[in-house]
């Protein structure tokens, strides 16, 4: 829970990703030390405490090779005053932050940004970040080395940068707190649907972002999390089973985060510059946030949403999307063509997403024998235990006489 801020502390002090390897050197001692003499009462801070003082034997083992590192461990040295005081929340915020727009330095492509991003910050196993996007392990080990390399050599300050330079990476920084919570949202492997974490952890850097950044589409990125995370409670049954849209006790939705989340929203709209695709995905949320049910859910203005996103940043995901829409505002078969026109060109061809949609417009269709063909598809094809054992009750649904 604690590894970003414990790492992005580390990384300031250390200037440079070796403040990853002590955070979990830090974390093998504590395994040992706490099993003897109990968790301290600040445990974050003992960890804190212990990474700094590995980075200090660290320095001091290669003082005789760099007097810089020399100076840097005596600057760091126990008597220091301070040096062993307690963790502070609020400055570990900001060197969180500093890593992550490091993180997304431009001397980084775009896969190596988000991808050493995921791990450092968002703490996701190389394994977690490949499935998420559909590559071998061995790919993102590979890009997260070279990135580490990359700033490295070109000496990039380990530091929240100056105004013009956060704006330009502003972008980036966004995308990656926004797939950190998709990834906690609907996980892409494992057994849990739900990753609380991961997700909680992306509504605070959003939170953060806001302050320290107060643009529109930061807004609109803070009010799509909130108003997506206010389902969470109702998104799992007693049993730890997912729980569908259309299934989902509302009263269990947290009202507290839905006034968050369209307060956000209010915030980017009142702008008057237009809603980005973060705004324009909020405002979607926000319909089906303040609809009582599915039926009394205002498709048609989804619809409008889906179709303006489309155009803002054309993608498939967007499409199914607005074929979903489209099937709940006029019909499923409207909705079928649109799935089928993406199916056509071979787009989400590795997605479970496309043939478990399909499967459920030809449910309502009364098409079972296609859909149970389709609900067949999506089991393969899905990486979610959780998921999969949802899929797997459609395909009883509709084989049931």
Not at 176 to 196: D, H, K, N, Q
Not at 212 to 240: I, K, Y
Request: net charge neutral; aromatic share 6%; with cysteine.
């Amino acid at each position: 829970m604690e590894s970003a801020r414990i790492v992005g502390a580390l990384a300031r002090y250390t200037e440079g990703f070796l403040a990853e390897d002590l955070a979990q050197e830090a974390l093998a001692e504590a395994l040992v030390s706490w099993s003897v003499n109990g968790v301290p009462a600040q445990p974050a801070g003992w960890l804190l405490t212990t990474g700094r003082r590995r980075a200090i034997d660290a320095f001091r083992r290669r003082a005789g090779r760099d007097e810089r590192y020399a100076l840097l461990a005596r600057g760091l040295d126990d008597s220091t005053p301070g040096a062993d005081a307690l963790f502070d929340p609020d400055a570990i915020d900001d060197d969180v932050l500093g890593l992550m727009f490091i993180s997304c330095h431009p001397v980084l492509s775009k896969e190596a940004r988000i991808a050493l991003t995921l791990r450092v910050v968002g703490g996701l196993g190389s394994d977690e970040i490949a499935k998420a996007f559909l590559v071998p392990v061995a790919t993102i080990q590979a890009r997260i080395t070279r990135a580490k390399k990359t700033l490295a050599a070109a000496q990039v300050p380990f530091a929240v940068p100056e105004r013009q330079e956060m704006n330009e990476r502003l972008g980036s920084v966004l995308q990656v707190v926004y797939l950190i919570f998709t990834e906690g949202s609907f996980a892409s492997g494992g057994e849990e649907w739900i990753r609380i974490d991961l997700a909680s952890e992306a509504r605070r850097l959003a939170r953060v972002l806001v302050r320290l950044a107060p643009e529109p589409e930061v807004f609109g990125l803070l009010a799509l999390l909130e108003l997506t995370a206010a389902r969470f409670p109702a998104r799992l049954d007693a049993s730890g089973r997912p729980v569908l849209l259309e299934d989902q006790d509302r009263r269990l939705w947290d009202q507290a985060a839905i006034r968050r989340g369209r307060a956000a929203l209010a915030q980017a709209v009142g702008a008057g510059r237009g809603l980005g695709a973060y705004g324009l995905q909020a405002a979607i949320a926000e319909c089906h946030a303040v609809a009582r049910s599915v039926a009394e859910t205002d498709w048609q203005r989804i619809v409008i949403l889906y179709e303006a996103l489309g155009r803002l940043t054309p993608s498939p995901v967007i499409e199914l999307n607005l074929a979903v829409a489209v099937a709940m505002a006029t019909g499923p078969a409207e909705g079928l063509e649109l799935v089928d026109a993406i199916s056509s060109r071979g787009e989400l061809t590795g997605s479970h997403l496309l043939p478990a949609i399909r499967g459920e417009m030809l449910t309502r269709l009364g098409r079972r024998d296609e859909a149970r063909s389709a609900f067949l598809q999506a089991v393969e094809l899905c990486r979610n235990a959780a998921e999969r054992a949802a899929l797997e009750r459609k395909i009883d649904g509709v084989s049931q006489p």
